[in-house]
């Protein structure tokens, strides 16, 4: 694919964008090499403008074709670069589709800042709702239903996947929750959700706040909607934040309810090495509902 194929992308409602990625002509997938840009819209709810990157599969330019989309979250101290930069995930979704492990793909990257994508101070979770998904679904050609719509994210985007997931599950069918930070009762003294307004009173870490917007607070409301979210779980077994225990511990709820999930704690850390590695099988679970296990459990030893 070349260049001035991703400048004139089909339509005005592409215009402008900025390209940072391709896929490689050389590669063996090079058939199926999708494209990355960097884009920005005007959000009311924030007031301010807000960033993100999209991938965009091989052929969309030319066709007609409405695609799944996947949210990717960052965690903290990472921008809407992260899953591009650090993660790879391009040439991933370029290589799954490919091989046909998971069918052609949109993929949203959006800038979280240090938000946890919560309402506190910033409306983020809302404006995420109300404004970011009719943007992406006014701009691109997506699958406007829920069955469509997925999300996913490591760490702080971990507990921002699950958030909105269980804050929503009238639009999202699945996530995955990669080394979320997601910890109850609390999150471990060295963490920078102790460090962020969202969970603070006057400046000082709040255990209620803290409380009130995790997982356990939530699973009720998600209960009386009678909507199944798929949950793929995962971990590195040397997670120094400990996030593999939170994992555990979230998959224990979810599966007591009787609500499907797969749990992944393998070899690895909280870093971008164990999210690459874990990557594949999450998009493979997320895009593909069909296949999905009910529930599956692999912890391997440390």
């Not at 090079?30 to 807000?50: K, M």
């Amino acid at each position: 694919m070349k260049r001035r194929d991703w400048l004139r992308l089909a339509g005005p409602a592409l215009a402008g964008p900025t390209l940072i990625g391709l896929g490689l002509i050389a590669a063996p997938h090079a058939a199926h090499a999708g494209g990355v840009l960097a884009e920005r819209f005007f959000s009311p709810i924030l007031g301010r403008t807000w960033p993100y990157n999209v991938y965009l599969p091989q052929g969309y330019e030319h066709g007609t074709q409405h695609y799944p989309v996947v949210y990717m979250l960052h965690g903290a101290s990472q921008d809407e670069a992260a899953w591009v930069r650090d993660g790879s995930i391009d040439a991933l979704a370029d290589k799954l589709i490919a091989r046909g492990d998971i069918p052609p793909c949109i993929i949203i990257m959006p800038a979280g800042w240090m938000t946890w994508y919560t309402d506190a101070p910033d409306r983020i979770e809302t404006a995420f709702v109300s404004d970011l998904i009719p943007e992406i679904e006014r701009r691109y050609r997506t699958r406007m239903r829920r069955e469509g719509r997925v999300i996913a994210g490591f760490s702080m985007g971990g507990y921002g996947a699950m958030r909105l997931a269980l804050g929503h599950p009238e639009l999202f069918s699945a996530a995955a929750l990669m080394s979320p930070a997601i910890y109850a009762p609390l999150p471990p003294a060295d963490s920078s959700a102790r460090l962020v307004p969202a969970f603070q009173t006057n400046g000082v870490f709040d255990p209620q706040i803290w409380s009130r917007q995790n997982w356990p607070a939530l699973l009720d409301g998600v209960a009386r909607t009678h909507l199944i979210v798929r949950m793929h779980i995962s971990s590195g077994a040397q997670d120094h934040f400990h996030a593999n225990l939170a994992a555990e511990a979230f998959y224990a709820a979810w599966r007591q309810r009787g609500w499907p999930a797969e749990l992944h704690v393998e070899p690895g850390q909280h870093d971008f090495p164990f999210w690459r590695k874990i990557a594949p099988g999450a998009l493979r679970y997320l895009l593909n509902p069909g296949s999905m296990v009910i529930a599956r459990s692999r912890v391997s030893a440390p």
